[in-house]
Protein backbone atom coordinates (compact mmCIF):
# COMPACT_ATOMS: atom_id res chain seq x y z
CA UNK A 1 0.00 0.00 0.00
CA UNK A 2 1.12 3.31 -0.89
CA UNK A 3 2.64 5.78 2.46
CA UNK A 4 1.88 8.65 0.50
CA UNK A 5 -1.02 10.87 -1.03
CA UNK A 6 -0.19 13.25 -3.63
CA UNK A 7 -2.73 15.37 -6.17
CA UNK A 8 -2.49 13.90 -9.55
CA UNK A 9 -1.63 17.25 -11.41
CA UNK A 10 -0.45 20.60 -10.89
CA UNK A 11 0.23 23.07 -13.27
CA UNK A 12 2.55 25.95 -12.68
CA UNK A 13 3.40 28.85 -14.68
CA UNK A 14 7.39 29.24 -16.10
CA UNK A 15 9.40 31.06 -13.93
CA UNK A 16 7.20 30.65 -10.52
CA UNK A 17 7.68 28.62 -7.62
CA UNK A 18 6.10 25.52 -7.37
CA UNK A 19 4.94 23.49 -4.73
CA UNK A 20 4.23 19.73 -4.23
CA UNK A 21 2.65 18.67 -1.46
CA UNK A 22 2.27 15.19 -0.05
CA UNK A 23 0.49 13.23 2.56
CA UNK A 24 2.23 10.25 4.93
CA UNK A 25 0.03 10.79 8.04
CA UNK A 26 1.57 7.34 8.98
CA UNK A 27 5.03 8.09 8.70
CA UNK A 28 7.37 6.00 11.20
CA UNK A 29 10.09 8.14 13.57
CA UNK A 30 12.75 6.71 11.41
CA UNK A 31 11.37 7.00 8.04
CA UNK A 32 12.99 9.66 5.40
CA UNK A 33 10.67 11.42 3.18
CA UNK A 34 12.67 11.44 -0.55
CA UNK A 35 11.34 12.97 -3.46
CA UNK A 36 11.98 11.65 -7.35
CA UNK A 37 11.19 13.36 -10.94
CA UNK A 38 10.41 11.49 -13.95
CA UNK A 39 10.90 13.04 -17.31
CA UNK A 40 9.01 11.23 -19.60
CA UNK A 41 10.21 7.27 -20.43
CA UNK A 42 13.75 8.76 -18.60
CA UNK A 43 14.73 6.97 -15.16
CA UNK A 44 14.02 8.52 -11.94
CA UNK A 45 16.08 11.34 -11.13
CA UNK A 46 17.10 12.07 -7.43
CA UNK A 47 15.96 15.36 -6.00
CA UNK A 48 16.00 15.64 -2.58
CA UNK A 49 15.41 14.16 0.99
CA UNK A 50 14.97 15.06 4.59
CA UNK A 51 13.76 13.13 7.98
CA UNK A 52 12.33 16.22 10.01
CA UNK A 53 14.32 19.37 8.86
CA UNK A 54 14.07 21.38 6.41
CA UNK A 55 16.21 20.88 3.41
CA UNK A 56 17.65 22.73 0.16
CA UNK A 57 20.19 21.51 -2.98
CA UNK A 58 20.52 23.03 -5.79
CA UNK A 59 17.58 21.62 -7.29
CA UNK A 60 14.67 22.24 -4.81
CA UNK A 61 13.91 22.81 -1.04
CA UNK A 62 12.03 20.51 1.34
CA UNK A 63 9.21 21.63 4.24
CA UNK A 64 8.49 18.98 6.05
CA UNK A 65 5.90 20.29 8.85
CA UNK A 66 7.18 20.08 12.47
CA UNK A 67 5.00 16.83 13.42
CA UNK A 68 6.08 15.04 9.90
CA UNK A 69 2.66 13.89 8.48
CA UNK A 70 3.21 16.15 5.34
CA UNK A 71 5.84 18.05 3.13
CA UNK A 72 6.32 20.31 0.17
CA UNK A 73 9.02 20.29 -2.22
CA UNK A 74 9.55 23.43 -4.13
CA UNK A 75 11.17 24.64 -7.11
CA UNK A 76 12.31 28.26 -6.76
CA UNK A 77 11.60 29.15 -10.55
CA UNK A 78 10.52 26.38 -12.80
CA UNK A 79 11.33 25.91 -15.87
CA UNK A 80 9.90 24.05 -19.22
CA UNK A 81 12.51 21.52 -18.47
CA UNK A 82 10.70 21.20 -14.58
CA UNK A 83 7.85 19.34 -16.75
CA UNK A 84 7.59 15.66 -15.22
CA UNK A 85 5.97 13.47 -12.45
CA UNK A 86 6.97 13.96 -8.98
CA UNK A 87 7.44 11.02 -6.66
CA UNK A 88 7.22 11.82 -2.81
CA UNK A 89 8.05 8.35 -0.99
CA UNK A 90 9.23 7.13 2.32
CA UNK A 91 11.77 4.98 3.32
CA UNK A 92 13.17 3.67 6.61
CA UNK A 93 17.09 4.55 7.44
CA UNK A 94 18.96 1.91 6.12
CA UNK A 95 16.71 -0.02 4.16
CA UNK A 96 18.96 -0.83 1.66
CA UNK A 97 17.51 -3.64 0.64
CA UNK A 98 13.98 -2.51 0.28
CA UNK A 99 12.35 -1.52 -3.15
CA UNK A 100 11.27 2.07 -3.09
CA UNK A 101 7.51 2.14 -3.38
CA UNK A 102 6.35 4.52 -6.05
CA UNK A 103 2.82 5.88 -6.37
CA UNK A 104 1.32 7.59 -9.07
CA UNK A 105 2.99 10.65 -8.45
CA UNK A 106 1.69 14.61 -9.33
CA UNK A 107 2.15 15.29 -13.00
CA UNK A 108 3.72 18.90 -12.89
CA UNK A 109 3.06 21.02 -16.14
CA UNK A 110 5.17 23.77 -16.21
CA UNK A 111 3.14 26.22 -18.57
CA UNK A 112 4.67 28.96 -20.44
CA UNK B 1 31.56 10.55 -11.12
CA UNK B 2 29.76 8.22 -14.09
CA UNK B 3 26.19 7.61 -13.59
CA UNK B 4 24.50 4.42 -13.72
CA UNK B 5 24.80 2.51 -16.83
CA UNK B 6 21.90 0.26 -18.79
CA UNK B 7 22.59 -1.93 -21.92
CA UNK B 8 21.31 -2.26 -23.84
CA UNK B 9 18.92 1.13 -24.09
CA UNK B 10 16.52 -0.91 -26.58
CA UNK B 11 15.83 -4.32 -27.32
CA UNK B 12 12.69 -6.18 -29.50
CA UNK B 13 12.26 -9.74 -28.75
CA UNK B 14 9.63 -12.31 -30.07
CA UNK B 15 7.22 -14.24 -27.19
CA UNK B 16 9.03 -17.32 -25.84
CA UNK B 17 12.33 -16.18 -25.78
CA UNK B 18 14.42 -15.19 -22.96
CA UNK B 19 16.47 -11.52 -22.28
CA UNK B 20 19.85 -10.75 -20.29
CA UNK B 21 19.73 -6.59 -18.95
CA UNK B 22 22.90 -5.51 -18.01
CA UNK B 23 23.39 -2.76 -15.05
CA UNK B 24 26.81 -0.64 -13.95
CA UNK B 25 26.26 0.91 -10.61
CA UNK B 26 27.90 4.27 -9.84
CA UNK B 27 31.99 3.84 -8.99
CA UNK B 28 32.08 2.66 -5.20
CA UNK B 29 28.04 1.59 -4.72
CA UNK B 30 27.33 -2.22 -3.74
CA UNK B 31 23.80 -2.23 -4.38
CA UNK B 32 22.02 -2.88 -7.17
CA UNK B 33 18.05 -2.71 -7.03
CA UNK B 34 16.00 -3.57 -10.30
CA UNK B 35 12.29 -1.78 -11.21
CA UNK B 36 10.08 -2.70 -14.38
CA UNK B 37 7.94 0.41 -14.91
CA UNK B 38 4.13 -0.39 -17.14
CA UNK B 39 1.56 2.27 -18.09
CA UNK B 40 -0.67 -0.26 -16.07
CA UNK B 41 1.43 -1.30 -12.74
CA UNK B 42 3.75 1.95 -12.70
CA UNK B 43 6.88 1.28 -11.15
CA UNK B 44 7.75 -2.43 -9.45
CA UNK B 45 10.56 -3.70 -7.40
CA UNK B 46 11.65 -6.45 -8.86
CA UNK B 47 14.63 -7.22 -6.35
CA UNK B 48 17.80 -6.38 -4.86
CA UNK B 49 21.60 -7.30 -4.51
CA UNK B 50 24.25 -6.57 -2.65
CA UNK B 51 27.72 -7.58 -2.21
CA UNK B 52 26.85 -10.75 -5.09
CA UNK B 53 23.72 -12.00 -2.72
CA UNK B 54 19.90 -10.99 -3.40
CA UNK B 55 18.60 -9.86 -0.37
CA UNK B 56 15.00 -8.59 -0.94
CA UNK B 57 12.60 -9.30 -3.89
CA UNK B 58 9.44 -7.81 -5.24
CA UNK B 59 6.30 -9.96 -6.24
CA UNK B 60 7.83 -11.47 -9.57
CA UNK B 61 7.79 -14.62 -10.89
CA UNK B 62 10.26 -17.13 -10.93
CA UNK B 63 10.75 -16.03 -14.75
CA UNK B 64 12.10 -13.03 -13.13
CA UNK B 65 16.32 -13.90 -12.00
CA UNK B 66 19.37 -11.71 -11.34
CA UNK B 67 22.85 -11.83 -10.50
CA UNK B 68 25.31 -9.43 -9.32
CA UNK B 69 29.20 -9.93 -9.95
CA UNK B 70 32.24 -8.86 -8.08
CA UNK B 71 32.64 -5.60 -9.19
CA UNK B 72 28.84 -4.72 -8.33
CA UNK B 73 27.70 -5.16 -12.33
CA UNK B 74 24.52 -6.50 -12.47
CA UNK B 75 22.42 -8.44 -14.50
CA UNK B 76 18.75 -9.66 -14.96
CA UNK B 77 17.25 -11.90 -16.93
CA UNK B 78 13.66 -12.53 -18.27
CA UNK B 79 12.78 -16.18 -19.22
CA UNK B 80 9.99 -17.33 -21.39
CA UNK B 81 9.23 -13.69 -22.72
CA UNK B 82 5.25 -12.71 -22.53
CA UNK B 83 3.74 -9.58 -24.42
CA UNK B 84 3.26 -8.35 -20.67
CA UNK B 85 6.71 -8.40 -20.22
CA UNK B 86 6.97 -5.52 -22.53
CA UNK B 87 7.97 -2.37 -20.45
CA UNK B 88 10.89 -0.55 -19.06
CA UNK B 89 13.19 -1.68 -16.63
CA UNK B 90 14.97 0.33 -14.57
CA UNK B 91 18.64 -0.65 -12.24
CA UNK B 92 19.23 1.96 -9.35
CA UNK B 93 22.72 1.78 -7.45
CA UNK B 94 23.01 3.14 -3.54
CA UNK B 95 25.92 3.31 -1.92
CA UNK B 96 24.31 0.93 0.97
CA UNK B 97 26.00 0.13 4.14
CA UNK B 98 25.50 -3.97 5.32
CA UNK B 99 23.51 -2.86 8.71
CA UNK B 100 19.95 -3.24 7.25
CA UNK B 101 17.26 -1.67 8.75
CA UNK B 102 17.68 0.69 11.18
CA UNK B 103 21.24 1.45 10.33
CA UNK B 104 21.97 5.12 9.55
CA UNK B 105 22.53 4.95 6.22
CA UNK B 106 19.58 6.64 3.89
CA UNK B 107 20.70 4.45 0.84
CA UNK B 108 20.00 7.05 -1.41
CA UNK B 109 18.86 5.18 -4.84
CA UNK B 110 19.96 6.66 -8.16
CA UNK B 111 18.58 5.66 -11.54
CA UNK B 112 20.01 5.07 -14.83
CA UNK B 113 18.15 5.76 -17.94
CA UNK B 114 16.40 2.11 -18.23
CA UNK B 115 16.22 -0.42 -21.13
CA UNK B 116 13.06 0.03 -23.19
CA UNK B 117 12.02 -3.84 -23.69
CA UNK B 118 9.17 -4.67 -26.74
CA UNK B 119 7.63 -7.91 -26.53
CA UNK B 120 6.04 -9.21 -30.03
Known amino acids: DAKTTQPPSMDCAEGRAANLPCNHSTISGNEYVYWYRQIHSQGPQYIIH???NNETNEMASLIITEDRKSSTLILPHATLRDTAVYYCIVRVAGGGADGLTFGKGTHLIIQP | KAGVTQTPRYLIKTRGQQVTLSCSPISGHRSVSWYQQTPGQGLQFLFEYFSETQRNKGNFPGRFSGRQFSNSRSEMNVSTLELGDSALYLC???????????????????FGPGTRLTVL
Open chain 2, 92 to 110: ASSFTLAGGAGSTSTDTQY
Open chain 1, 50 to 52: GLK
